[in-house]
């Protein structure tokens, strides 16, 4: 089978993808600079070139709050450039998985979003996901797999958990928000059923996130345990839990953006780990 891969050098989910590549895979890790998705006519070229089975998109403009005030740059990527793979993939008969977002939920609900749940996206980067959603819907149909997922971390590149260490190896006390919940995923996991499901051929909408519920306060704290079991924190650092309204960004975010994983697990016969599990294996590898 070979595959497509898009996303940036310092793509979290990009350098999991490309550590965990099953044997049976002759993977293709494409950069900006050799297919820039927004691009249509290199879109094409590539992919019409190289004639894929299976093209797994892991490229997005991912900055929420830069998002607000760069739209033009978030709709290119985050929309124009998943249609420009949709209607490669149409013409050159490959598969397209798009790995999506729980920002495109307003967080209102009070249990876990079920895959068909109504979207309605706070923020420039949530509608930016859903119109990339959407239009590949448009172009392939139920032919397509969009991957919704989550809070995503790696020992690569930067992310909440590496964010926070260096925060607590620094200052005595730090502020965390208490009252937006969500599940954290490991990259490594989430790479991992992203091969399978490249294999599997499923089609539709499907949720991957590890398992739980937990807040970025509660999050941060779990980082502080397990960090500090590991070695990689060598004194008490006092966090504190504050709102939402106390802690302004230019982008609203969910309050409550769990995601339901109960079609995917049942699809792959593969269940996440718990949340804290993958996080304590991920600080193994720093």
Do not use: C
Not at 114 to 135: C, M, N, R, T, W
Request: aromatic share 8%; no cysteine.
């Amino acid at each position: 089978m070979k595959v497509i891969v898009t996303g940036g050098k310092t793509g979290q989910l990009r350098w999991e993808l490309e550590r965990s590549v099953p044997d049976s895979v002759e993977a293709l890790f494409m950069t900006r600079e050799t297919l820039d998705v927004s691009d249509a006519g290199q879109v094409a070229g590539v992919i019409g070139e190289v004639g894929p089975d299976v093209i797994i998109n892991a490229s997005a403009y991912t900055a929420v709050d830069k998002a607000e005030s760069e739209q033009e740059a978030a709709f290119a990527v985050n929309r124009d450039g998943v249609a420009n793979l949709a209607r490669a993939a149409r013409e050159s008969h490959a598969r397209l998985i798009h790995v999506s977002t729980d920002f495109i939920f307003d967080g209102r609900h009070s249990s876990p979003y079920p895959v068909d749940f109504a979207p309605h996206p706070l923020s420039v980067y949530g509608q930016s996901k859903l119109a990339g959603e959407q239009a590949m819907q448009e172009i392939l149909g139920d032919q397509g797999l969009i991957v919704r997922t989550s809070w995503v971390y790696s020992a690569f590149g930067n992310s909440f958990v590496k964010t926070m260490l260096r925060l607590m190896n620094e200052r005595p006390e730090i502020n965390v928000v208490a009252d937006q919940a969500g599940t954290p995923t490991w990259a490594h996991g989430l790479a991992q059923i992203l091969w399978q499901m490249a294999g599997d051929e499923l089609t539709g909408i499907h949720h991957w996130t590890d398992a739980g519920i937990t807040s970025w306060y509660d999050f941060a704290q779990a980082i502080y345990e397990e960090g500090r079991a590991a070695g990689l924190l060598s004194k008490e650092v006092r966090i504190n839990p504050i709102t939402t309204e106390q802690y302004p960004t230019p982008a609203t975010r969910p309050a409550y953006s769990v995601l339901d994983k109960t079609k995917t697990w049942e699809a792959t016969g593969k269940i996440s780990d718990h949340w804290r599990v993958s996080l304590r294996k991920m600080l193994q590898e720093l």
